[in-house]
């Protein structure tokens, strides 16, 4: 990549991989010595669904309790937890800056990222991580506690505005949620990404970009601006969804000796088409993953942050971004975090509704979708 000259010595090569949200618990270390009898181990699935709650005044509301809340996967109502002292525990957080493509004649307004990580991530205990990207990502700043050394990174960044014309916000936030995921489970996991909406040039796959961002229990808060590219020149769309078409796969027929195959239908409309064979709760999930992939193709920053339940704003003027910042500020440590346990989820994405029966001038936004992969395979007896 381009982004090099005024933070080239701090940026770090690294690799992606995606990882399941299942937990697994910790086998026995091995023994080179000591033969080890074979052990069992458990998986189990904990969906977190971050919420926030304001009124229609715009005021954010700090005392519902967990049955407050009704939360439906793919329609199924699901027992919710409230996890306690969800605005207390560490925050881990990676703030990912685009410096190529459209962003390189609005970098200037970026400035008070820097200026502001104080009240972003509050007063507690922290670790901030600093990605620049253009056509690829790159670790500008690696996580400290140091405030400072943060800031440092991400003017770096932008003094440097020397990106090439790429726009891999993708490729950026999968190398993003990697870095999260090596943090210390009792982390929260938040990104803060400041981009364009049109993805130029991620080499991820738009289904495997969709998984990542809906197998990780990361919340993205997203400021996004135009980059004046029409909608067929996403190149992120490259992936064909029947190549991985989520749940129900093989219900979409795509040999065209089937009489019933009408190949002159785009995916998406024979996805839709689907519908009217599957059962409920597939349908929903499969309504759901059309209408977040088609989503992800015309805003990636939008869709990402309502997939995650963090917040999108639209870059405006440098008030408008300091504005939006205190708001992003303010909103992190405030947010309920929801919890659920689903029984035996079909592989592929789930749809997620969050709800307040009984407070109807109440509106609530939380994270919509989450993806199950499949289990993990048991290990073979000695």
Same mark, same amino acid.
């Given at each position: 990549?381009? /982004?090099?000259?005024?933070?080239?010595?701090?940026?770090?090569?690294?690799?992606?991989?995606?990882?399941?949200?299942?937990?697994?618990?910790?086998?026995?270390?091995?023994?080179?010595?000591?033969?080890?009898?074979?052990?069992?181990?458990?998986? +189990?699935?904990? =969906?977190? =669904?971050?919420?926030?709650?304001?009124?229609?005044?715009?005021?954010?509301?700090?005392?519902?309790?967990?049955?407050?809340?009704? /939360?439906?996967?793919?329609?199924? %109502? &699901?027992?919710?937890?409230?996890?306690?002292?969800?605005?207390?525990? %560490?925050?881990?957080?990676?703030?990912?800056?685009?410096?190529?493509?459209?962003?390189?004649?609005?970098?200037?307004?970026?400035?008070?990222?820097?200026?502001?990580?104080?009240?972003?991530?509050?007063?507690?205990?922290?670790?901030?991580?600093?990605?620049?990207?253009?056509? $690829?990502?790159?670790?500008?700043?690696?996580?400290?506690?140091?405030?400072?050394? *943060?800031?440092?990174? !991400?003017?770096?960044?932008?003094?440097?505005?020397?990106?090439?014309?790429?726009?891999? !916000?993708?490729?950026?936030?999968?190398?993003?949620?990697?870095?999260?995921?090596? &943090?210390?489970?009792?982390?929260?996991?938040? !990104?803060?990404?400041?981009?364009?909406?049109?993805?130029?040039? +991620?080499?991820?796959?738009? @289904?495997? *970009?969709?998984?990542?961002?809906? @197998?990780?229990?990361? *919340?993205?808060?997203?400021?996004?601006?135009?980059?004046?590219?029409?909608?067929?020149?996403?190149?992120?769309?490259?992936?064909?969804?029947?190549?991985?078409?989520?749940?129900?796969?093989?219900?979409?027929?795509?040999?065209?000796?089937?009489?019933?195959?009408?190949?002159?239908?785009?995916?998406?409309?024979?996805?839709?088409?689907?519908?009217?064979?599957?059962?409920?709760?597939?349908?929903?999930?499969?309504?759901?993953?059309?209408?977040?992939?088609? $989503?992800?193709?015309?805003?990636?920053?939008?869709?990402?942050?309502?997939?995650?339940?963090?917040?999108?704003?639209? /870059?405006?003027?440098?008030?408008?971004?300091?504005?939006?910042?205190?708001?992003?500020?303010?909103?992190?440590?405030?947010?309920?975090? /929801?919890?659920?346990?689903?029984?035996?989820?079909?592989?592929?994405?789930?749809?997620?509704?969050?709800?307040?029966?009984?407070?109807?001038?109440?509106?609530?936004?939380?994270?919509?979708?989450?993806?199950?992969?499949?289990?993990?395979?048991?290990?073979?007896?000695?």
């Amino acid at each position: 990549m381009r /982004l090099s000259s005024a933070f080239a010595l701090l940026s770090i090569a690294a690799c992606f991989a995606p990882r399941a949200i299942a937990q697994e618990l910790p086998a026995q270390a091995e023994s080179q010595s000591t033969p080890q009898p074979p052990t069992l181990s458990a998986q +189990s699935t904990l =969906v977190l =669904v971050p919420a926030l709650v304001h009124n229609k005044a715009g005021q954010l509301i700090f005392t519902l309790k967990a049955n407050d809340f009704t /939360l439906t996967d793919d329609g199924i %109502p &699901q027992k919710v937890r409230l996890e306690q002292d969800s605005g207390g525990e %560490p925050l881990a957080l990676v703030v990912d800056i685009e410096g190529g493509g459209a962003a390189s004649d609005k970098v200037d307004r970026f400035g008070a990222l820097s200026t502001m990580l104080d009240a972003i991530v509050g007063g507690e205990p922290h670790r901030i991580a600093v990605v620049g990207f253009d056509s $690829s990502p790159a670790l500008v700043t690696a996580f400290t506690a140091n405030n400072d050394e *943060a800031e440092r990174g !991400i003017r770096a960044l932008i003094a440097d505005n020397n990106g090439d014309g790429g726009a891999a !916000i993708l490729d950026s936030l999968s190398f993003s949620l990697d870095l999260l995921r090596r &943090q210390p489970p009792e982390y929260r996991k938040t !990104i803060l990404l400041v981009s364009e909406t049109h993805d130029g040039g +991620s080499h991820i796959a738009l @289904d495997d *970009a969709m998984r990542n961002l809906s @197998d990780s229990n990361t *919340a993205i808060y997203a400021i996004g601006f135009s980059s004046g590219l029409s909608e067929s020149k996403h190149e992120a769309g490259k992936a064909r969804p029947d190549d991985e078409p989520g749940p129900a796969h093989g219900c979409m027929s795509r040999d065209p000796n089937d009489p019933e195959v009408d190949l002159n239908k785009s995916v998406a409309a024979q996805a839709y088409d689907c519908l009217t064979v599957l059962a409920p709760p597939l349908a929903l999930a499969r309504a759901a993953y059309v209408a977040v992939r088609s $989503s992800l193709e015309k805003n990636i920053p939008e869709t990402a942050a309502h997939l995650t339940g963090g917040e999108y704003f639209s /870059l405006g003027k440098e008030k408008t971004f300091e504005r939006d910042l205190l708001a992003i500020s303010n909103h992190i440590p405030n947010r309920y975090v /929801l919890s659920f346990q689903p029984q035996a989820p079909h592989t592929g994405f789930h749809a997620i509704k969050v709800t307040l029966p009984d407070y109807t001038g109440l509106e609530v936004s939380a994270r919509n979708g989450y993806w199950a992969n499949p289990p993990a395979a048991a290990s073979p007896r000695p």
